[in-house]
């Protein structure tokens, strides 16, 4: 899933794909250097689990 910022870093649009995001741009006329397009999630491994915080208990 990707996401497409305006220069402001305000999120405008989300989007499977690169064509996707592209196509908004298009749509709303952002030129070149308005916006950037970046992953909207890392990615982990299924069996990681993240580690807890110092001074956090569950």
Same mark, same amino acid.
């Given at each position: 899933?990707? =996401?497409?910022?305006?220069?402001? =870093?305000?999120?405008r649009?989300?989007?499977p794909?690169?064509?996707?995001?592209?196509?908004?741009?298009?749509?709303?006329?952002?030129v070149?250097?308005?916006?950037?397009?970046?992953?909207?999630?890392?990615?982990?491994?299924? =069996?990681?689990?993240?580690r807890?915080?110092?001074?956090?208990?569950?």
């Open positions: 899933m990707l =996401g497409l910022y305006d220069q402001d =870093g305000v999120l649009f989300t989007g794909d690169q064509a996707d995001c592209l196509a908004y741009a298009e749509l709303f006329a952002l070149d250097g308005a916006f950037s397009i970046e992953p909207l999630f890392v990615s982990v491994d299924p =069996g990681v689990t993240p807890q915080e110092a001074g956090c208990s569950s």
